[in-house]
């Protein structure tokens, strides 16, 4: 009797490590307020990655400009941003880094009504642009592609609209905005509104959103890789079944319809690449990091001595998963 009782204790006791090694509690910003936009990181809690891995993980929304300083402080433990919020950060001597690609490539487009006749670059001169700011991805998009077309800030008046792109198009309050192409055009589409759209990624060939963390997380590599692989199986996930992946999201996101569906389909082809063909999906292409921060540093954007390996890093991140 004495030894069943010492195994059952023994065992209650394994049990309760074990629950307890399995239960590491991670909170994980995700920068904007609840969106369909962020359904690889809901698949991820509601098929269990997360748990399988050992996290229980509670998710933080709001703004990066919000969530920065709490993943500095060690409020937050991930966040989800832009690599540039991770790019410039690490310019400034901050610990943070880049570690997963939720999107391959920027969705950024400029968008106009039809009736604007804006079809090509060069059809910009003279025209207002609306943007959120003069700030983040889309615009040093914006700056490149002008460059590039030998336009300048003289040859078109930049308006800051906030994020309220859609409707100072749909008004005419400006001729085009910057926008994203699985967003705002879709939104105007389904209202029966003729749209241009003029894609921008490729004059700034940055990849999108993904996961950024600190320094100190990533000291814990055999961690911080099982995290990062829960990930890429809820982008997996997402992308082989979108429908599914949708439903998982009302859970996290109010008021889901069927315009909100198409965005996530248009979403889709953004997490996949040649790249992660190669690779896994969430892998950064190495050229594109290159070919971007060289125009961030050559156009002064971005003042740093720094080699592109020390803004990301695709290392903890395990290889194949589609």
Excluded at 166 to 187: C, H, M, Q, Y
Excluded at 265 to 279: F, G, R, V
Excluded at 303 to 315: D, E
């Amino acid at each position: 009797m004495k030894n069943l009782a010492l195994f059952t204790a023994l065992s209650l006791l394994s049990g309760l490590q074990t629950s307890s090694a399995q239960s590491a509690k991670v909170t994980l910003g995700l920068g904007y307020i609840p969106n369909i936009q962020f359904a690889p990181f809901y698949v991820a809690l509601e098929q269990g990655y997360f748990k399988a891995e050992g996290f229980d993980v509670a998710l933080e929304h709001g703004y990066a400009s919000q969530l920065l300083p709490l993943l500095l402080a060690g409020r937050i433990d991930y966040l989800v941003g832009d690599a540039e919020d991770a790019v410039f950060a690490r310019a400034q001597n901050q610990p943070l880094r880049y570690v997963l690609a939720m999107y391959q490539s920027l969705p950024v487009t400029l968008f106009s009504l039809s009736e604007k006749k804006i079809s090509k670059l060069s059809d910009l001169k003279g025209k207002t642009i609306g943007i959120p700011g003069p700030f983040g991805s889309s615009y040093y998009a914006l700056q490149s592609a002008l460059s590039k077309n030998k336009l300048t800030d003289q040859d078109v008046t930049l308006q800051t609209v906030g994020y309220a792109q859609l409707e100072a198009v749909r008004s005419g309050k400006v001729d085009a905005a910057l926008g994203f192409i699985n967003n705002e055009p879709l939104t105007l589409k389904k209202s029966g509104v003729a749209v241009n759209t003029l894609s921008l990624s490729s004059f700034y060939p940055m990849v999108g959103n993904g996961v950024i963390t600190t320094d100190k997380t990533l000291s814990n590599a055999a961690s911080a890789k099982k995290f990062l692989r829960a990930i890429q199986k809820g982008i997996a996930f997402t992308v082989k079944n979108p429908q599914k992946a949708f439903e998982d999201s009302k859970k996290y996101v109010d008021k889901l319809d069927a315009g909100q569906l198409e965005v996530l389909n248009a979403s889709i082809p953004l997490m996949k690449s040649a790249y992660t063909a190669k690779n896994g999906l969430g892998f950064s292409d190495t050229g594109n990091w290159s070919r971007a921060l060289s125009y961030l540093k050559n156009s002064g954007q971005l003042k740093s001595s720094l080699p592109s390996s020390a803004f990301y890093s695709n290392a903890y991140l395990q290889k194949g998963i589609q």
